[in-house]
């Protein structure tokens, strides 16, 4: 995807550049990722509150502070703001920070058409496309169906998976 993020995109589906007024949406989308693991321990809606505020705000400063963030962008579904794709240019990859989408707007395509989009992207380049997984997250299935391959060392929570360039022999020494 280009410095104009909405240039290869359908209609329905877009990006745009994250704005001053969207904390409020990127934690929401940020709960979303986490609500399922949290429902089980019983939390009030307030601990649950707390708590998901507080690990968005790590993971905001974490992020801010280790990545080029140019690429960050909020996703839209007709033109509806639908979650998260953060996308770092490495040298030799394109590394997706995350991609995250609400509930409601999951099965519908989106990040199908995404990783298009990056795989189009990292193959005129020559460069693969990768990303950690935590070991549960059930986003795996399609990340191996779009053609990912678990890649590296194992650690105790994330999985590095590799998509590799259809025209170019990158190898994963992430």
Request: proline residues 4%; charged residues 25%; hydrophobic residues 45%.
């Amino acid at each position: 995807m280009s410095a104009q993020p909405d240039r290869d995109l359908p209609a329905r589906f877009g990006l745009r550049a994250i704005a001053a007024g969207d904390e409020a949406f990127l934690r929401r989308v940020y709960a979303g990722t986490r609500l399922d693991e949290l429902a089980p321990l019983g939390w009030s809606a307030e601990q649950v509150d707390g708590f998901i505020a507080m690990q968005f705000e790590a993971q905001r400063r974490d992020y801010w502070r280790n990545y080029d963030t140019s690429r960050f962008h909020v996703v839209t579904c007709d033109g509806v703001d639908a979650g998260r794709l953060y996308v770092e240019r490495r040298a030799d990859e394109l590394r997706v920070v995350d991609i995250a989408l609400l509930p409601e707007f999951r099965r519908r395509g989106i990040a199908t058409y995404l990783f298009g989009v990056l795989f189009e992207e990292a193959d005129a380049a020559g460069i693969a496309v990768r990303i950690h997984v935590e070991h549960n997250n059930p986003a795996q299935h399609l990340y191996l169906r779009l053609g990912f391959a678990f890649c590296g060392e194992t650690g105790p929570i994330y999985r590095l998976m590799e998509r590799l360039p259809r025209a170019g022999h990158a190898g994963c020494d992430a």
